[in-house]
């Protein structure tokens, strides 16, 4: 089953910010309103509150103990019909109502308020939503009483609604602009990432340290214990390849002392053993060659063009000096594969078409789209056609004149797969043999152009 390709951290990162953003908005949005609701409300309250104190003053008892209002002391509002305010007195069997009411059915609205509170209610006539109406049972004068007051709270409901709406609005610009500004700064603080990556391709083609000092605090123990892994693996490497080199030195000794034991013997019983000694020769001379073809080369770093091939080109020259080595390379770009692999795979192929050559050997390095192909021929006997697929065989020598053990060109295609390229052989038009070797581009240089030199 395919695993789905992980989010960036920046990715990640931004949605949680945005989603703590638009909770936090959220819960501001749910507070406000709230808020705003509890205020108005309760500003309402306090305004109904007042004109029940204003109407109970205004109620007296007449010598005929009725009861009635003083319409001077009542708010005008009141007596103007569908007003939005509204009061209902019930006093010893007597009901006062205000002339705003207009001879509206209020008796059911009226029961659904208990005595003492104030509740929302659904307004009685089809002009308005709903009211705001308050209950209250006092004394006066040793007799009680019921007094409904009602306000129209449908136009203060339609404001709230409206602030809120805004509020909702400027809230979506605001997390708009918040959301680029944090765009925009995850990108600025990210930037480092990408200072560190070239710092790391850096590492892996000039050998430059990497100043931990330069990086946030988070990422320092990071590189410091990943420039301590690089020079402990580079450290390793030298030690092995110099164990190997002093190895196939120490052995060139013994192995001339064997070879005059071997000659002192017959020649029927000397022969397996000429052999033998003949192929641990070739493994000895082989690794001191690559010593010195491949020279110091830190581990990790990747390949270098045209600088790498150049040097390996001057080493071979020094160790043919009979031969004509000539070429030229077209690409300045680093190889995204491991600098010592690929000096030992051009190695190998520029040795051998040094051993066999005649008098030429010409080499090129050009770039082929997303690739740097390096190809290698010579002007020597070459390989009959049904043969050139034996060449990458493990152990096989096509020709038993030649020093050799059989393992160069099969190490060379042990190479090339590693990397995902291509390895081809051909007859030369110089006559001999054609090695014709594409590996990738590092991913950063495969849309770039070919730089001339």
Request: hydrophobic share 45%; proline share 4%.
């Amino acid at each position: 089953m395919a695993r789905t390709e992980s989010p960036s951290l920046a990715y990640r990162l931004h949605a949680l910010l945005m989603l703590g953003l638009l909770v936090a908005y959220g819960l501001f949005v749910a507070i406000a309103w709230f808020s705003a609701r509890y205020v108005v409300v309760d500003s309402l309250e306090t305004r109904l509150k007042h004109d029940r104190d204003t109407l109970l003053v205004a109620l007296n008892q007449t010598p005929d103990r009725r009861w009635i209002l003083d319409r001077l002391r009542v708010p005008a509002i009141y007596d103007r019909a569908f007003s939005g305010h509204y009061y209902q007195l019930e006093i010893g069997g007597q009901k006062i109502v205000s002339r705003s009411l207009f001879g509206q059915l209020v008796a059911d609205t009226w029961s659904r308020i208990p005595a003492g509170t104030c509740r929302q209610v659904e307004a009685p006539n089809a002009l308005e939503s709903f009211w705001l109406a308050c209950h209250d049972v006092i004394s006066k004068q040793g007799v009680t009483l019921h007094l409904w007051i009602a306000e129209d709270y449908s136009p203060v409901a339609d404001g709230l609604k409206t602030l809120i709406w805004r509020l909702v609005l400027v809230g979506l610009g605001s997390l708009l602009c918040l959301w680029a500004a944090q765009a925009w700064a995850l990108k600025r603080e990210f930037a480092v990432f990408q200072a560190l990556h070239q710092a790391l391709q850096r590492l892996r083609t000039d050998a430059a340290a990497i100043d931990v000092q330069a990086y946030p605090k988070e990422l320092q123990p990071l590189l410091s214990a990943l420039g301590q892994l690089l020079n402990q693996l580079g450290r390793r490497v030298e030690r092995s390849r110099h164990a190997l080199g002093n190895l196939a030195h120490e052995l060139k000794r013994p192995i001339q002392h064997m070879r005059i034991c071997i000659e002192s013997l017959s020649e029927e019983a000397s022969k397996p053993l000429d052999r033998a000694l003949s192929q641990i020769e070739s493994l000895v001379q082989r690794e001191l060659k690559r010593a010195r073809i491949v020279g110091p080369v830190r581990a990790g770093q990747m390949a270098r063009l045209p600088e790498d091939i150049e040097s390996l080109v001057d080493v071979l020259r020094r160790l043919y000096p009979g031969k004509d080595v000539e070429g030229h390379c077209t690409v300045n770009a680093t190889v995204a594969a491991d600098r010592e692999d690929l000096s030992e795979l051009m190695g190998n192929l520029l040795d051998n078409a040094c051993k066999y050559a005649d008098r030429r050997v010409v080499w090129a390095v050009t770039r082929e789209g997303r690739n740097v192909c390096l190809r290698v021929e010579d002007d020597g006997p070459g390989v009959p056609d049904e043969a050139l697929p034996e060449l990458t065989a493990w152990g096989v020598r096509l020709d038993e004149t030649r020093h050799g053990h059989g393992m160069g060109l099969a190490l060379c295609r042990a190479i090339v797969d590693e990397y995902g390229g291509t390895l081809r052989f051909q007859t030369s038009r110089l006559g001999g043999l054609e090695v014709s070797v594409c590996l990738p581009l590092m991913a950063e240089q495969a849309d770039t152009s070919v730089d001339q030199r």
